[in-house]
């Protein structure tokens, strides 16, 4: 909202709409806005405006498919959708996958001083390490409005519905864990191999420990050279969050270390490790999700084609259930649905 707020010579907020009437009155009252829905389906059959942003969490498989259908250009959070099935459901359209590390200027000034190395043949490894505090710390800062107007167990349910087609019914807890955190947050690191090197080109070995969430480990190889890892640790009362992605190639490393990305005018901090010790620090206060918004706006206005849309976000859900179904493997798990074909 702060950054929609900033830049309102290229975004008017027209509607809000939320399950909560006291989410969509606050958000409403702080962007000033008259025309409030408690239903998307309302609100685009009002319509009044060129494209809907969809921000909620969970599976976005069905409203995109309702706002693409109504003819909307439409960015949404990651993930797109909890299974393929509801991706191939998506009628054509113009559609934009929020995944807003991969526009951080950090991040951008690594994959151009990368392409000069000699781009993904050049990489040894890349290796990720994400330290996750509780959602409820990491925005404490911010006073948020509470919806404590909306029942969330048919909600729950609903979504439970939607991993069953991706595991199947009997998915075990500990499976259903490990898949929600692939696509709730170590997705974030999929797009970032999909900017550096491309999707995974397999998952060979997953391992948790420490509760649920607890700890999840990751690895495989990379599709053209080399060998990723990710290893993400939930820790409830960790200080603050904290991402290193560290690539290794032929001449040295480039490192990025992310901070909490609720933070405005935090940056991600870039490590340029070369010959002779030599090292040079780039860092950059332009907000990530900032420049995904313009690039949003560029994509509705100009036709520029944003980092990541349906095939990319679809990718992200193939590895995802790469990950579930490797992790059955290993212990044994039952496994149904769409992941085992994956295995």
Request: negative net charge; charged residues 20%.
């Amino acid at each position: 909202m702060p950054l929609l707020s900033r830049r309102r010579e290229l975004f008017e907020v027209t509607a809000v709409c939320d399950l909560s009437r006291t989410l969509a009155d606050a958000v409403g009252d702080r962007l000033g806005v008259a025309r409030r829905f408690l239903s998307l389906a309302d609100m685009l059959a009002e319509g009044g405006f060129d494209a809907v942003l969809l921000l909620s969490s969970g599976s976005h498989g069905e409203p995109v498919r309702q706002a693409l259908a109504a003819g909307y250009a439409v960015l949404c959070e990651k993930p797109l959708a909890l299974t393929e099935a509801e991706v191939a459901a998506l009628p054509e359209g113009r559609l934009m996958v929020g995944y807003m590390k991969q526009y951080d200027p950090a991040v951008r000034r690594a994959e151009e001083i990368l392409a000069g190395l000699g781009g993904a043949a050049a990489i040894r490894s890349v290796e990720v390490t994400v330290l996750h505090p509780s959602g409820e710390s990491q925005l404490a800062f911010a006073n948020l409005a509470q919806a404590r107007d909306v029942d969330a167990a048919p909600l729950r349910a609903a979504e439970a519905a939607i991993v069953d087609r991706a595991l199947g019914e009997g998915a075990a807890p500990a499976l259903r864990s490990v898949y929600a955190v692939a696509l709730g947050s170590i997705c974030h690191d999929l797009s970032l191999l999909r900017r550096f090197t491309g999707s995974p080109a397999a998952v060979d070995h997953v391992e948790t420990w420490g509760g649920s969430p607890g700890s999840i480990e990751v690895s495989g190889p990379l599709p053209v050279s080399g060998r990723y890892s990710v290893r993400w640790h939930y820790l409830e009362d960790y200080p603050a969050y904290r991402e290193t992605v560290a690539v290794h190639h032929d001449r040295g490393t480039l490192e990025l270390v992310f901070p909490a990305p609720y933070l405005m005018n935090a940056p991600t901090v870039l490590t340029v490790v070369s010959g002779a010790e030599s090292r040079t620090e780039y860092r950059d206060v332009t907000e990530a999700f900032e420049s995904q918004l313009l690039a949003f706006h560029a994509f509705v206005a100009d036709g520029v084609e944003p980092l990541t849309g349906r095939a990319g976000a679809l990718a992200d859900i193939v590895t995802a259930q790469r990950i579930a179904a490797r992790f059955a493997v290993q212990h044994d798990l039952d496994l149904g649905g769409e992941a085992r074909d994956r295995r």
